[in-house]
């Protein structure tokens, strides 16, 4: 099987091949100069998960070789955007002793006792937020939230707690440079 991935600018087109057919396309437009939502073209189930991978292995790859936190956290806010195509993705970083950076929207406050839980849902349960780093010393957490497909949330989180250790990690490599 023949893989290959290609990703544009910051949401504006995420494409994957196997065996040389689009298996998964995502395209990110504005519309009467509002930000657009990501839409997905409807392939079977398991094209879909392959390409997934396919596309947090890239960001991953990505992350590996950033050595700027802001440079992270916007590959973070990214790899979010473009795997699960939530109307609102933010990474938040925590300064050293656990406290989070201001300006957290309202809706998301009561999520932040994610700091003791691995995870939250959002108020409305539309989204979740991830802690980053281990409970004793959290380094942030990701909000995503208004997903395209609330159906799937179970199936996002359980993706998004799997990307939560690799993205921990190059947050810590970020700061120690």
């Given at each position: 099987?023949?893989?290959?991935?290609?990703?544009?600018?910051?949401?504006?087109?995420?494409?994957?091949?196997?065996?040389?057919?689009?298996?998964?396309?995502?395209?990110?437009?504005?519309?009467d100069?509002?930000?657009?939502?990501?839409?997905?073209?409807?392939?079977?189930?398991?094209?879909?998960?392959?390409?997934?991978?396919v596309?947090?292995?890239?960001?991953?790859?990505?992350?590996?070789?950033?050595?700027?936190e802001?440079?992270?956290?916007?590959?973070?806010?990214?790899?979010?955007?473009?795997?699960?195509?939530?109307?609102?993705?933010?990474?938040?970083?925590?300064?050293?002793?656990?406290?989070?950076?201001?300006?957290?929207?309202?809706?998301?406050?009561?999520?932040l006792?994610?700091?003791?839980?691995?995870?939250a849902?959002?108020?409305?349960?539309?989204?979740?937020?991830?802690?980053?780093?281990?409970?004793a010393?959290?380094?942030?957490?990701?909000?995503?939230?208004?997903?395209?497909?609330?159906?799937?949330?179970?199936?996002?989180?359980?993706?998004?707690?799997?990307?939560?250790?690799p993205?921990?990690?190059?947050?810590?490599?970020?700061?120690?440079?």
């Open positions: 099987m023949d893989i290959s991935s290609v990703t544009a600018d910051s949401n504006s087109v995420t494409i994957c091949t196997i065996d040389g057919e689009i298996a998964y396309r995502q395209v990110t437009v504005d519309v100069g509002q930000p657009g939502r990501a839409g997905r073209l409807a392939f079977p189930e398991e094209v879909g998960i392959i390409a997934d991978h596309a947090a292995t890239e960001f991953l790859r990505r992350l590996a070789g950033q050595g700027d802001r440079a992270v956290g916007a590959t973070i806010e990214e790899m979010f955007q473009a795997l699960f195509a939530p109307g609102y993705v933010r990474y938040l970083a925590f300064g050293p002793a656990g406290a989070p950076a201001p300006a957290l929207p309202p809706p998301y406050q009561s999520c006792p994610v700091t003791d839980a691995e995870w849902w959002t108020a409305d349960e539309t989204g979740f937020v991830v802690r980053l780093g281990p409970a010393q959290p380094l942030g957490v990701i909000i995503v939230d208004q997903l395209n497909r609330p159906d799937f949330r179970h199936r996002y989180l359980s993706r998004a707690l799997n990307l939560a250790g993205c921990a990690l190059a947050i810590r490599n970020a700061r120690n440079i």
